[in-house]
């Protein structure tokens, strides 16, 4: 399984659970990941638990590592959601991705959505 079925199996579980017109929101990282946010705490002390390398990877590349060894860097976590969310765009689903933290906007794409 490589990194574009991955992305596959998201699209198809949104379109399954949550039917064709899903609105993805994403949590925001700052382009810095190492950078000062309201996150960063947090993501420092997960970070000292497990770490990872940082990996270069594209749709067609088959992960060598587990998922949570994988996810523990976060490069590779904002390298992920951005092909996550391309892929996903591409399937014409609405993805958006916060700033920082996403609650505000979460809460405002389902008022949207709803409405």
């Known amino acids: 399984m490589n990194f574009g079925d991955i992305a596959k199996s998201y699209l198809t579980y949104f379109q399954t659970h949550y039917g064709s017109s ?19 705490a947090e993501r420092i ?19 060598k590592i587990s998922q949570e060894q994988f996810l ?4 590779n976590k904002v390298r992920f959601i951005d092909l996550l ?6 399937a014409h689903v609405s993805v ?8 505000v906007l979460i809460f405002e794409t389902a008022v949207s959505v709803k409405s």
């Open 22 to 40: 899903v609105a993805v929101v994403f949590d925001g990282y700052p382009s810095d990941v190492n950078g000062k946010s309201t996150k960063s």
């Open 45 to 63: 002390r997960r970070a000292n638990l497990l770490s990872s390398h940082e990996i270069i990877f594209n749709e067609a590349t088959c992960p």
């Open 72 to 75: 523990a860097n976060e490069r």
């Open 85 to 90: 969310k391309k892929f996903l765009q591409k």
């Open 96 to 103: 958006k991705q916060a700033v920082a933290d996403a609650d």
